[in-house]
């Protein structure tokens, strides 16, 4: 803020400036006495005068009548000038000076009226500060940020997400309020904010939130939150039959064989199966628990990512399914099947023996690691297994 201030106050200095510039050229010019200069040139022609008459050139006579006449225009002069002089007086350069000492009050109070002093501060310290390291610090900056702009309705948004994340639904209530009527019926916000309000409420929709979630389906029929929402509040509710209708057109729009798709289908199964009806469970499938050993994942950048795949020992070296992790996602419990296949007539079969390899690419490249782990002879639809990169990978010569 100290340049900025600075650069106000350079401002201001100009302004002043160039209310009291002319005025003192004004003085400057003034302070030349008219009266003074008449007499001056009076005392000259005078002078001129004599000159003449010793010269031969006028009588005594006419230089008087002439010194005469100069006299008169002298006394004219000297009273034409007391009065404009005693006019410019009764205006005075007053108005002008208090205006200069009031310019810098004023525009101050122009700008902690319409400005927006809190904002700029804020500004400067989200450009100089780091991210959030906790999600108070989180909770904090938003709440800042909507403080100063209330008219930001993404920030009224991230705000309730941060609410929810703090398990606060209640002010995630008025969060999402304001967010949905400053960005309008946006489907997301309309589901957030139902989605708040069931957990406000004891984990019961309410008028207003049922009305959100419908419109939130209208206006997008895959919404996700809002599906997984209904088919939770089914559930809840007895209404099995319609808990299975929102899951499963939820899952349809999930990465097959992702941790949130395993959860969802978790949920379908047990609707299934309070309904009495079979649960047919996909035997052709790979469990692994997947981790990085801690010397490996201290020596790697952030960047990499680790591939896991599974191919057959006996075959092409080309993987039948393989799936792709960040490292802020391990450790994790994954499950391979045929939806995770390299090519579309790919099918895993129970029974079927493969080799699992995990490896570390540094640059994203599969081909290219740094480290790896290896686990053989592993049966598809069998037990869970454990799969740790801990293994350099020798560089080619």
Do not use: C
């Amino acid at each position: 803020m100290t340049d900025f201030w600075l650069f106000s106050l350079l401002l201001l200095l100009g302004g002043v400036a160039a209310v009291l510039w002319p005025l003192w050229r004004h003085h400057r010019r003034a302070g030349v006495d008219r009266t003074a200069l008449n007499v001056a040139l009076y005392q000259e022609r005078l002078a001129e005068l004599d000159a003449l008459v010793r010269e031969g050139e006028i009588t005594p006579q006419q230089r008087d009548l002439t010194a005469e006449e100069a006299s008169r225009l002298l006394l004219e002069d000297t009273a034409e000038a007391d009065a404009r002089q005693g006019t410019k007086r009764r205006g005075g350069p007053w108005p002008l000076i208090i205006a200069a000492g009031f310019l810098p009050v004023i525009v101050l109070g122009l700008y902690f009226s319409w400005g927006n002093p809190a904002g700029l501060s804020l500004y400067r310290e989200l450009q100089t500060s780091a991210e959030p390291s906790s999600l108070e610090e989180m909770i904090d900056r938003m709440q800042r940020i909507t403080e100063v702009q209330p008219q930001n309705g993404e920030a009224w948004f991230m705000l309730g997400r941060a609410y929810m994340s703090a398990q606060q639904p209640e002010a995630a209530v008025r969060a999402f309020g304001n967010s949905l009527e400053r960005l309008g019926e946006r489907p997301e916000v309309l589901a957030q904010l139902a989605q708040a309000r069931f957990f406000a409420a004891g984990n019961e929709l309410d008028a207003p939130a049922i009305n959100a979630l419908d419109r939130a389906l209208e206006l997008d029929p895959n919404e996700p939150t809002a599906l997984g929402l209904l088919g939770i509040a089914a559930f809840e509710s007895g209404d099995y039959s319609a808990a299975i209708t929102h899951w499963e057109r939820l899952l349809a729009g999930m990465p097959a064989g992702s941790p949130g798709a395993q959860a969802i289908q978790g949920g379908i199964n047990r609707a299934k199966e309070r309904l009495g009806e079979p649960v047919v469970e996909d035997a052709a499938v790979i469990r692994v628990r997947l981790e990085l050993a801690p010397e490996v994942l201290a020596e790697l950048d952030e960047r990499a990512v680790v591939f896991l795949f599974a191919r057959d020992p006996d075959g092409p070296p080309m993987p039948l399914v393989a799936r792709r992790f960040d490292l802020s996602e391990l450790p994790a419990d994954v499950v391979l099947s045929s939806s995770d296949a390299m090519l579309p007539d790919v099918r895993l079969t129970a029974g079927q023996t493969l080799q699992l390899i995990a490896r570390v690419s540094p640059e994203g490249d599969a081909m290219r690691g740094s480290h790896q782990g290896t686990v053989n002879a592993v049966e598809v639809g069998g037990e869970a297994v454990e799969l740790t990169i801990d293994t350099v990978i020798p560089t080619q010569p």
